[in-house]
């Protein structure tokens, strides 16, 4: 219950159609002002609703009313509790990056399609206009044949060093550690009580993939998109010239297309008859050295004029969270489903292991294995501490 789930929850209880029966954190504090939070919300509305507050998210998964949960926990705990969550027989919105490994990214889609769950990956940007309109673009041929696209986002993770300091009581810091290795408590891992910012963790390999897989998860993804390739990825990965930079790794598809991971933020896709760049709140399309629209709110007006009657259209979803009721409803897949996380991750995962490795891999997307004696299968995995495993 950090900042990015008060956030998620606190649009579900704007949500007439949804009731917030329980929340859980490892941190006593704040799960109790999330428990506060919803107590309050209900009582307003005139409502008894109870919400429960856990320190296991084992017990909320026992309980039988419980139709579907929002996962928001740092990423090392991702495959673990939406696998459990699936196997209890709950419909599941999880945080990108879906996960840590390849390995679980798989995992986790075998598990959703074996107990047939609704899954939404929070890869949000799925449901703003100015990315889908520049993927339907792309995707329609408007800038000619894609060769490159630049995604800028920041660098890998890199291993925890922090020191040690003496945790506070009201906190299960074994608990927040779970799979993970074990190290001594640090604030900047898990900072006590309700803070409002996002915490460091996503820097450290041990919890998270850096900017690689905390924005790469949101740009990676509008590149996969664009290019149809969501049920699929790049076929070869290369190092950047530098072992010591953090910026340009190249993956390469087996249409010659290549994605680079550039520095900055954004995606710009570079075709034979113009570019489009795009971000949150931004759409800039050239044609040839025009420059055609730099709005993103045109955005759907110059689709409009640009598109035949007869072009393909993505799917179309304006509210992420209203996206993944309406598919618990329907029981067909929301706009980035577990599938759709997986495969972006696996991008974000692949760039990572460049840098971490340094070597050029060949991969096999429809396998999901390194193929031509390139790459390390150990690499397509994380350990796992204790009793946790991948089940």
């Given amino acids: 219950m950090g900042t990015q ?3 998620l929850m606190s649009g579900f209880l704007r949500t007439p159609q949804t009731q917030t029966v ?5 941190d006593r504090t704040r799960r109790l002002a999330a428990q506060t939070v919803a107590k309050d919300h209900f009582a307003k509305q005139g409502g008894g609703g109870g919400c429960e507050a856990y320190e296991d998210f084992r017990e909320l998964l026992a309980r039988r009313d419980v139709d579907a949960v929002v996962i928001a926990t740092p990423d ?4 673990l509790i939406s696998i459990a969550a699936a196997r209890a027989g709950k419909d599941i919105y999880c945080e990108k990056p879906l996960c840590q490994s390849i390995h679980e990214a798989r995992a986790m889609v075998k598990a959703v399609r074996k107990h047939k769950r609704i899954f939404q990956t929070g890869s949000m940007q799925r449901s703003s206009k100015e990315f889908r309109v520049a993927c339907e673009l792309v995707r329609n041929g408007v800038i000619g044949r894609i060769s490159t696209v ?6 890998p993770g890199m291993p925890c060093d922090l020191p040690g300091e003496t945790p506070e009581p009201g906190l299960n810091w074994d608990l927040w550690l779970g799979p993970a290795p074990s190290r001594p408590y640090h604030s900047e891992l898990s900072p006590r009580g309700v803070h409002k910012h996002f915490p460091n963790w996503r820097r450290y390999r041990e919890y998270g993939g850096g900017g690689v897989t905390d924005w790469g998860a949101h740009h990676f993804d509008i590149a996969q998109w664009g290019l149809g390739m969501d ?3 790049p076929v070869e990965i290369t190092p950047a010239s530098d072992p010591k930079a953090s910026f340009g790794v190249r993956a390469r598809y087996a249409s010659g297309v290549e994605l680079v991971h550039s520095n900055g933020n954004g995606v710009v896709f570079h075709g034979s008859e113009g570019k489009i760049s795009v971000d949150r709140g931004r759409f800039s399309l050239w044609l040839g050295s025009q420059l055609k629209s730099e709005s993103a709110s045109e955005c759907e007006g110059i689709a409009r004029e640009l598109l035949k009657s007869n072009a393909e259209r993505l799917y179309a979803s304006t509210d992420h969270k209203a996206d993944w009721l309406n598919s618990i409803r329907t029981r067909k897949p929301p706009i980035c489903d577990v599938e759709v996380g997986a495969r972006t991750v696996t991008v974000c995962h692949l760039i990572n292991l460049a ?3 340094g070597q050029r891999m060949v991969w096999d997307p429809k396998r999901e294995r390194f193929a031509g004696g390139a790459g390390n299968a150990a690499w397509l995995d ?3 501490r204790g009793n946790w495993k991948l089940g």
């Fill in 150 to 155: 630049e995604a800028s986002v920041g660098g």
């Fill in 22 to 26: 329980a929340v859980c954190d490892v």
């Fill in 5 to 7: 789930n008060r956030g």
């Fill in 382 to 384: 994380v350990p796992y």
């Fill in 355 to 357: 840098y971490y490795h």
């Fill in 231 to 233: 049920q699929s990825g």
């Fill in 76 to 79: 090392h705990w991702h495959a």
